[in-house]
C-alpha cells in the first residue's frame, strides 16, 4: 500500500486481517501499526522511490491501494488489482483515459490556470472506499 498521505490505513488493517499487508512511504510520512500482518517499509526521499518498491512486494493478484495514478497504471500493466483512496478501482479499460485528464489538468495549471486541488477526504469516500476493499477481498483478490 501506498502509504503517503493514506487516509485509510486503519480501515485496510481492519478489514483484512487475514491478509499480509505491506506499508510503504518515504521518510516524510510517519506511519505506525502494531499489527502482527504489517509490515513497514520507508524509502528514500527519490522520485518514484516507493511506488518502485511497492510494485517490487507486490505480486499478480495482489491489491495495491493508492491515488498516484502513475503507480496504478504500473501496477494494472503488471496483473496487480488497484484501489484507490475514494473507493474507485482504475481498470486497464479506463486508466489511459483517466492518465489523460491528469495530463490534461496538469497542462491546464501550467498554463497558468487555477486549479482547486481535490476535495477534502469524507466520511462518504471512507464508507465508499471500505464498501470497494470488502468486495475485492471477498472477490479473492489477495491483500
Request: negative net charge; proline residues 4%.
Given at each position: 500500500?501506498?502509504?503517503?498521505?493514506?487516509?485509510?490505513?486503519?480501515?485496510?488493517?481492519?478489514?483484512?486481517?487475514?491478509?499480509?499487508?505491506?506499508?510503504?512511504?518515504?521518510?516524510?510520512?510517519?506511519?505506525?501499526?502494531?499489527?502482527?500482518?504489517?509490515?513497514?517499509?520507508?524509502?528514500?526521499?527519490?522520485?518514484?522511490?516507493?511506488?518502485?518498491?511497492?510494485?517490487?512486494?507486490?505480486?499478480?493478484?495482489?491489491?495495491?491501494?493508492?491515488?498516484?495514478?502513475?503507480?496504478?497504471?504500473?501496477?494494472?500493466?503488471?496483473g496487480r488489482d488497484?484501489?484507490?483512496?475514494?473507493?474507485?478501482?482504475?481498470?486497464?479499460?479506463?486508466?489511459?483515459?483517466?492518465?489523460e485528464i491528469r495530463?490534461?489538468?496538469?497542462?491546464?495549471?501550467?498554463?497558468?490556470?487555477?486549479?482547486?486541488?481535490?476535495?477534502?477526504?469524507?466520511?462518504?469516500?471512507?464508507?465508499?472506499?471500505?464498501?470497494?476493499?470488502?468486495?475485492?477481498?471477498?472477490?479473492?483478490?489477495?491483500?
Open positions: 500500500m501506498d502509504a503517503d498521505a493514506c487516509p485509510v490505513i486503519d480501515d485496510i488493517v481492519e478489514l483484512a486481517p487475514e491478509s499480509e499487508i505491506h506499508l510503504v512511504h518515504n521518510q516524510h510520512h510517519f506511519i505506525n501499526s502494531t499489527a502482527d500482518n504489517v509490515t513497514i517499509h520507508l524509502t528514500g526521499d527519490g522520485p518514484d522511490q516507493a511506488d518502485h518498491l511497492i510494485y517490487n512486494l507486490s505480486q499478480p493478484g495482489d491489491l495495491v491501494v493508492t491515488d498516484d495514478l502513475g503507480l496504478a497504471a504500473l501496477a494494472l500493466g503488471g488497484v484501489l484507490r483512496f475514494r473507493g474507485d478501482k482504475p481498470t486497464n479499460q479506463n486508466i489511459d483515459a483517466v492518465l495530463h490534461a489538468a496538469a497542462r491546464h495549471r501550467k498554463a497558468g490556470n487555477y486549479q482547486r486541488g481535490p476535495a477534502r477526504f469524507s466520511e462518504e469516500d471512507r464508507i465508499k472506499f471500505r464498501k470497494g476493499l470488502k468486495k475485492l477481498l471477498q472477490s479473492g483478490v489477495d491483500g
